[in-house]
């Protein structure tokens, strides 16, 4: 059985791989070939990936062109990824409460729902010029913008997914003598934990999508800023390899956020990979 599960992961995992491989080699014949596609991209205009492999070698270790990046990933991986867990977190902490009131009791949904769609339809980027009035340029301009995006995909699927526990589970417990409180925390939420997780991955990977929206104002040290002034000097290489490591920092981050959920409730099946 074990040996089957492992075959089945290399596999998955070979395939993957050479999905990459292959966008790879279009990425360096469109280069090579200043192939024009949809939308009218050209691809001439982007940089080879040898080129971007050698700057993210730099970005990370340094020792090729010894500019004033070289060298520094981890210092703008490291205050890109604290500002998204904080807005993540803060998001978090907010929506699934919120989200669990909201899925249970009619009263809190018909007193909370037009608030929600109301704000719920207001990009990030209708945000910012309001924010950076009443907050000012830095993080915490930053960490709010965040939070704002990653706050209702996370409230709606915890709304669905309270609402889809089984009735028979809670008439089950209230028939035993449970509180509504107990109700609630034993029953309703462990029950709903599928869809409360999907809607936290949805909302960390959205944490990652605002930053660079985020950065771009008012912060020196960070991979939106980074990308930001990359863009102000033609720096399609640089832009190009901070896209790589906020896709690379994504992804780490919803594994280890599905791996902490899966550790927390062992093998019970509520959390799918």
């Known amino acids: 059985m074990r040996a089957a599960l492992w075959r089945r992961?290399?596999?998955?995992?070979?395939?993957?791989?050479?999905?990459?491989a292959l966008l790879?080699?279009?990425?360096?014949?469109?280069?090579?070939?200043?192939?024009?596609?949809?939308?009218?991209?050209?691809?001439?205009?982007?940089?080879?990936?040898?080129?971007?492999?050698?700057?993210?070698?730099?970005f990370a270790f340094g020792g090729l062109y010894d500019d004033a990046y070289s060298g520094t990933l981890l210092e703008h991986l490291g205050a890109s990824a604290l500002r998204v867990l904080a807005g993540f977190g803060l998001a978090a902490a907010l929506a699934v409460p919120i989200g669990v009131l909201m899925g249970r009791f009619p009263l809190v949904n018909a007193a909370l729902d037009p608030a929600v769609n109301l704000f719920r339809p207001v990009p990030a980027t209708a945000w910012v010029p309001l924010v950076l009035l009443i907050i000012g340029f830095g993080s915490q301009a930053t960490i709010f913008l965040i939070t704002l995006s990653a706050f209702f995909p996370i409230l709606l699927n915890t709304i669905?997914?309270?609402?889809?526990?089984?009735?028979?589970?809670?008439?089950?417990?209230?028939?035993?003598g449970t509180t509504r409180v107990g109700v609630l925390m034993k029953v309703v939420v462990p029950a709903a934990t599928p869809g409360i997780v999907s809607g936290l991955r949805i909302g960390l990977g959205l944490g990652w999508v605002i930053l660079v929206l985020g950065e771009a104002n008012g912060i020196d040290t960070g991979l939106g800023s980074m990308i930001m002034?990359?863009?102000?000097?033609?720096?399609?290489d640089r832009v190009v390899v901070g896209m790589i490591v906020i896709g690379l920092a994504g992804f780490l981050s919803d594994r280890i956020l599905v791996l902490g959920f899966k550790g927390l409730f062992g093998r019970r099946p509520l959390v799918r990979a």
Do not use: C, N, S, Y
């Open 9 to 20: 992961r290399i596999g998955h995992t070979a395939l993957g791989l050479g999905f990459v």
């Open 24 to 58: 790879l080699l279009l990425w360096d014949l469109g280069v090579r070939g200043e192939w024009v596609l949809l939308f009218d991209i050209k691809m001439g205009f982007l940089p080879a990936p040898d080129v971007v492999a050698r700057l993210l070698w730099d």
């Open 160 to 176: 669905a997914a309270t609402r889809e526990v089984p009735p028979r589970l809670v008439e089950a417990a209230r028939m035993l």
């Open 229 to 236: 002034l990359a863009r102000e000097q033609v720096r399609t």
